[in-house]
């Protein structure tokens, strides 16, 4: 953000958002359980004998040199996509969030939070680009390309048809996001009610696979899906290596980079956290019913010598 | 069938300015072609460098004619066959696309070489008009360049006249929205694109360093004639 912009103060939440207690709900204290089996802690946490350390969000670097996925994707564009622009995202979010309520929250939370129902508030841009560069240099690697196999392949076949057919669908998603913004492969496994946006496919059924687009910084999390492949086309992505010619970026990322293996465990996730969302939902219907069965019982006895209609 | 020919040739909902040569297909369907540009690909160096402007204009330019042509051959196929769901679903691709040609067509007058006064500031009316509505043309291009650094995603920054307010403004698109799209009073003066293809082969991810630089050739001939027009 230019140096010259408001500063937001952060300091009381009801100043920003609808008043309503801070409540992420279990869907995403369980997508943190299973992200932190897999990632390390990106903020670190203060020590309670100093004084107060701000916390950093960290530059964290692709998991293959910068060079490693020549000749598909230069040294050059990594160079440039990682060590200016991602790194840019992360400096500029820990500037804007310093000495506010969002300094020591954990990346997907402040995503949710300044997305604010799709009015969004400044930090969402960094948070957010943050958050899709990781999951981007995540979605390749080194001679990658290949076909998705195991339960990935299946899921594709169910949903899609084919292989070919989910391919379709995500290079026309890629190739017509107008302007900036990403392509993906996501787990949709929610509610359809999406307390933070619109859903953007409330007809489908639940616990299949979905390819969506999104514009600048947007991600699936805000929408509640579990992104499972991302694929970057604001130009900078590949406007060295391509020029103007985004289809056959698209194409080469298909072909040579995806990391169909990191697809899979991210699917595993998904699966995982759908499952226990489910018994969770379950188990809080049983005491719903319980509550409910009980205050009948009440009812009925306090109600037996009235003469008066029932309250309710 | 004469009554859509009628709508589509009558073009008072796009833009009134001479955007490229007109062709006449066989239909009778009025497309677009990719204007020329004025100056040679390298006459803008080293502000803008040659590689970009070929590119720019060869290939992104010519994507938008190619791609608006097509919708809008689509859309008369859909309107001669009463297929409203069609109508509008071709909607955001005639914005896209009809918008990167408006945009860009303005774009390349917007610029000139030095030697052909590029970069040379406003005098007479639009000059006046810059001095009071922002205070000097310095504190213009400080705006211009804050709301083109700060724009996320891909989009443009204009200086327009508010024709009905008799005012400048300054203000910002995304995408391909043409200054319309913010105002229908609006009359884009000087575009700035800030599309990362605009600058990042040249300038990579410094954007301010282009914003900065580009005001050396922007052609203010184009845009007082534009103002003084509007204003009369």
């Known amino acids: ?312 | 069938m004469a009554l859509s020919l009628c709508n589509l040739v009558s073009r008072n909902s796009l833009a009134p300015l001479p955007i490229g040569r007109l062709l006449l297909s066989t239909r009778g369907l009025q497309t677009f072609s990719l204007p020329d540009l004025p100056y040679d690909y390298g006459a803008l160096e080293p502000t803008i460098s040659g590689e970009i402007m070929m590119l720019h204009h060869q290939k992104h330019h010519q994507t938008y004619v190619t791609n608006y042509n097509k919708a809008l051959e689509q859309l008369d196929d859909a309107m001669n066959r009463g297929d409203p769901s069609t109508v509008v679903k071709l909607q955001s691709a005639l914005k896209f696309n009809g918008g990167g040609h408006i945009n860009h067509s303005i774009f390349w007058k917007n610029l000139a070489p030095v030697n052909e006064g590029g970069g040379e500031p406003p005098r007479g009316s639009l000059g006046w008009a810059i001095d009071t509505d922002f205070g000097s043309l310095e504190s213009l291009k400080q705006k211009m360049n804050a709301e083109g650094a700060a724009l996320q995603g891909s989009g443009w920054v204009w200086l327009g006249v508010d024709k009905e307010l008799k005012r400048l403004v300054v203000e910002t698109t995304a995408n391909q929205d043409p200054l319309v799209t913010k105002g229908p009073s609006l009359v884009p003066l000087i575009g700035l694109d800030v599309w990362e293809h605009a600058y990042y082969l040249q300038y990579k991810n410094v954007k301010p360093d282009y914003l900065n630089n580009i005001w050396k050739v922007i052609n203010w001939k184009y845009a007082s004639n534009v103002y003084e027009k509007e204003s009369a």
Not at chain 1, 223 to 241: F, K, R, S
């Open chain 1, 1 to 312: 953000m230019a140096a010259g912009s408001t500063a937001i103060n952060f300091s009381t939440p009801c100043a920003l958002f609808p008043c309503q207690p801070l409540s992420l709900g279990f869907s995403r204290s369980s997508f943190h359980r299973h992200q932190a089996a897999k990632n390390q802690r990106r903020s670190t946490r203060r020590a309670a004998s100093t004084p107060a350390i701000t916390a950093k969000l960290e530059l964290k670097p692709p998991p293959y040199p910068l060079n490693a996925l020549e000749p598909h994707m230069s040294q050059e564009t990594l160079s440039y996509h990682w060590g200016k622009h991602h790194r840019g995202y992360v400096e500029n979010l820990n500037k804007q969030i310093t000495g506010t309520e969002l300094d020591g929250m954990l990346l997907e939370d402040i995503i949710f939070l300044t997305y604010n129902r799709g009015d969004i508030l400044p930090p969402f841009n960094n948070a957010a680009q943050i958050w899709n560069h990781e999951f981007f240099w995540e979605s390749m690697k080194p001679d990658g390309g290949g076909k998705p196999t195991g339960d990935l392949l299946e899921l594709i076949k169910r949903d899609f048809g084919s292989i070919d057919t989910f391919m379709e669908e995500f290079r026309a998603a890629a190739s017509t996001q107008f302007g900036s913004g990403w392509a993906w492969l996501a787990y949709k496994a929610n509610r359809l009610d999406v307390g933070n946006a619109v859903n953007p496919s409330p007809a489908d059924e639940d616990k299949k696979l979905v390819v969506v687009k999104s514009p600048n910084a947007v991600n699936p999390l805000v929408w509640d899906y579990y992104p499972l492949l991302v694929i970057d086309v604001w130009e900078h992505a590949y406007i060295l290596d391509f020029e103007a010619r985004r289809a056959d970026y698209i194409s080469i990322f298909m072909e040579k980079l995806v990391s169909w293996e990191a697809v899979g465990s991210r699917l595993e996730m998904a699966k995982a956290q759908a499952a226990e969302r489910e018994s969770e939902e379950r188990r809080r219907q049983e005491e719903e019913e319980k509550n409910a069965g009980d205050a009948e019982a009440v009812e009925m006895y306090l109600d037996s010598n009235s003469d008066e209609p029932e309250a309710d």
